[in-house]
Nanobody, 115 residues
Framework: VQLVESGGGLVQPGGSLRLSCAVS????????MSWYRQAPGKERELVSG????????NYADSVKGRFTISRDNAKNTVYLQMNSLKPEDTAVYYC????WGKGYWGQGTQVTVSS
């Protein structure tokens, strides 16, 4: 099982980024996928999730209306479109899948929102 995040970087407040998480080693189209983030000195927190077919999504209150999760089951990839970014969105962002009761994580991608 492998999850590889990409798309992070440095962006000014109000800017946008799109994160990608490419996966392999399991039947991607059958599983719920999640994005988490961890800011320095803070616990890892759930940002967003999407069901296997992409029809049901959920978001943390802090990102509702600004972030959009989506997936392309043909490409084995889940995305996180982040708009209207704020300095408090600065964190390492991780994608996660729960397989057979065990959580699998990517290595993370750093997002820094700063002027």
């Amino acid at each position: 099982v492998q999850l590889v995040e990409s798309g992070g970087g440095l962006v000014q407040p109000g800017g946008s980024l799109r994160l990608s998480c490419a996966v392999s080693g399991f039947t991607f189209s059958s599983y719920f996928m999640s994005w988490y983030r961890q800011a320095p000195g803070k616990e890892r927190e759930l940002v967003s999730g999407i069901n296997s077919g992409g029809s049901v999504t959920n978001y943390a209150d802090s990102v509702k209306g600004r972030f959009t999760i989506s997936r392309d089951n043909a490409k084995n990839t889940v995305y996180l479109q982040m708009n209207s970014l704020k300095p408090e969105d600065t964190a390492v962002y991780y994608c996660k899948v729960l397989l057979w009761g065990k959580g699998y994580w990517g290595q993370g991608t750093q997002v820094t929102v700063s002027s």
